[in-house]
């Protein structure tokens, strides 16, 4: 089937697409109005559109040589360039600096330059469209997996492999163009690839952002807004359902904070909060699950810890924030806590059992003087 279709055909379905990932882009800019690189890319893909439609119609014969050669070139070569800043912005979620726009600017007028020098001839003309074309993408592509670690979005993996291939596609037509008896690719399957491919950037930039979202909406709802640790929803939707033995629950509860209230204020008590969530995040292990149980309580969640270790964390927090009082812009508040330590031992329970547990080990540590640690009793 591929094979009925002329060239100048192809091209100007290929403009189609690019048409279509125009009009993605610019929605993707109105409805995510912070969002960086749908403006880069929308350009980048209307550069294009001009430059297929150019070079359809001079494959038709309707636009005179000189003028669709290199203005086709021209704008392929604008094009790639503002999708490959298009594609660095999205994957970083910043502005490209001025250095990173300034060489990709050089690099663009010196293939304009060569693109002046080329433009009569068909093979060396093609060669430099799609070798812009192979750097563009496989750069986008190798910005799209540097970043991977840092968000391992599916979405992310899935646009940087499309980039990729799209990247290779383009190096295997200016080999092929170059050197014909190694042909792998003809330009009109090529090109159908690419107009494919053009359609998948289009779907995975946006399933990007949609992914994006939605990740920091899952954070939104898991997260204490005041002191940014984890929340109650989170602790019992995330740890396990039974703990396993020797798992440990640990309910923090800090001492007078009513009075800290009524004396400092909303704003201060709102500061002590914030410190003491910093101050026990400091001074638990890396494992272990910090959350906001309910106005001035947290609770921790030690895996493998046992009772005996998890009173010596909780020790270890109490004396790191009892030490030094906390500064709330000027004004040093002292502050104790009081916390209550629950382990499952043998003794197999669920989650909201064993923080149970812990609560009833908090309520002796206050009844019992606060600012102590003390553990639950045997049943």
């Known amino acids: 089937m591929l094979g009925e279709l002329d060239l100048a055909t192809v091209i100007l379905m290929q403009k189609c697409s690019y048409i279509v990932g125009l009009l993605s882009f610019i929605y993707l800019k109105m409805t995510n109005r912070g969002l960086r690189g749908p403006i880069p890319l929308a350009a980048g893909f209307a550069s294009m559109a001009i430059g297929s439609t150019l070079a359809g119609y001079g494959e038709w ?19 790639y360039a503002l999708i490959w800043l298009g594609l660095k912005a999205l994957s970083d ?24 020098q080329v433009a009569d001839n068909n093979a060396y003309r093609a060669a430099l469209f799609n070798g812009c074309a192979s750097l563009a993408y496989l750069a986008g592509a190798s910005v799209l997996f540097a970043r991977w670690r840092r968000e391992p979005l599916l979405s992310r993996l899935a646009l940087g492999g499309i980039t990729g291939v799209s990247g290779l596609i383009s190096l295997s037509v200016v080999k092929s163009v170059l050197f014909p008896d190694y042909a792998t690719l003809n330009l009109v399957n090529a090109f159908f690839f690419i107009i494919m491919l053009n359609f998948a950037i289009a779907l995975f930039v946006m399933m990007l952002v949609a992914e994006r979202s939605e990740r920091k909406l899952l ?73 906001r149980y309910g ?27 009892a030490v030094t009082e906390v500064d709330c812009g000027g004004l040093r508040v002292g502050v104790t806590i009081s916390i209550g330590v629950a382990a499952t031992g043998e003794m197999r329970c669920d989650l909201q059992t064993l923080a149970e547990m812990a609560d009833r080990a908090l309520y002796r540590a206050k009844m019992e003087g606060r600012n102590c640690v003390r553990e639950a009793q045997a049943a």
């Not at 014969?61 to 094009?79: D, N, Y």
């Not at 309580?297 to 009173?311: D, M, N, Q, S, T």
């Open 295 to 321: 106005g001035e309580e947290f609770i921790i969640y030690l895996p493998g810890a046992g009772v005996r270790k998890a009173c010596m964390i909780g020790e270890r927090i109490r004396d790191a924030i």
């Open 93 to 116: 979620g910043r502005s490209v600096d001025r250095r990173t726009v300034s060489l990709v600017c050089l690099i663009s007028v010196l293939a304009m330059v060569v693109a002046q």
């Open 61 to 79: 014969g309707i636009l005179s040589p000189a003028l669709w050669r290199l203005g086709s070139v021209v704008f392929g070569i604008v094009g």
């Open 219 to 291: 954070v939104l709802a898991n997260t204490d807004p005041l002191t940014g640790v984890k929340n109650r929803r989170f602790f019992f939707q995330t740890m396990p359902a039974t703990p396993d033995p020797a798992d440990a629950a640990m309910l923090l509860d800090i001492d007078h904070f009513k009075s800290i209230n009524d004396r400092f204020g909303h704003a201060v008590g709102d500061s002590v909060l914030q410190e003491v969530a910093k101050r026990i995040g400091g001074s638990i292990r890396g494992g272990d699950v910090l959350a």
